[in-house]
């Protein structure tokens, strides 16, 4: 079974840039799409970004559109949210998980199981 681990937050002041990255384990990632997902306290889980198995889609969420960048790397059985411009709204526990893909889109539904995550904190 596919297993993704989340690494790469930290710690940034307004304005500021993180890359986290979601490594697979024991399996390869090329044939998966994959999601971005964050949650903070009080409010539910929200869908992020997402990048196809081709890496010919591409969705964004509107909070984050023009200031994120998903992307992957296959060569290194990994994908990154570069995230910009960080606000202190982006403040949360980001998540990766593979998702269901039709005809070369990414759905919202998981393939995987939620992991530990990363955190993220914009604070000044």
């Known amino acids: 079974q596919l297993q993704l681990v989340e690494s790469g937050g930290g710690l940034v002041q307004p304005g500021g840039s993180l890359r986290p990255s979601c490594v697979a384990s024991?399996?390869?990632?090329?044939?998966?799409?994959i999601g971005w997902f964050r949650q903070s306290p009080g409010k539910e889980r929200e869908g992020v970004s997402c990048?196809?198995?081709?890496?010919?889609?591409?969705n964004y969420a509107d909070f984050v559109k023009g200031r994120f960048t998903i992307s992957r790397d296959n060569t290194k059985n990994t994908v990154y949210l570069q995230m910009n411009s960080l606000k202190p709204e982006d403040t949360a526990v980001y998540y990766c998980?593979?998702?269901?893909?039709?005809?070369?889109?990414?759905?919202?539904?998981?393939?995987?199981?939620w992991g530990q995550g990363t955190q993220v904190t914009v604070s000044s």
């Open positions: 998980a593979a998702v269901q893909e039709v005809a070369g889109r990414c759905s919202l539904r998981l393939i995987t199981s």
């Open positions: 024991r399996f390869t990632l090329d044939g998966y799409a």
């Open positions: 990048i196809s198995s081709s890496g010919g889609s591409r």
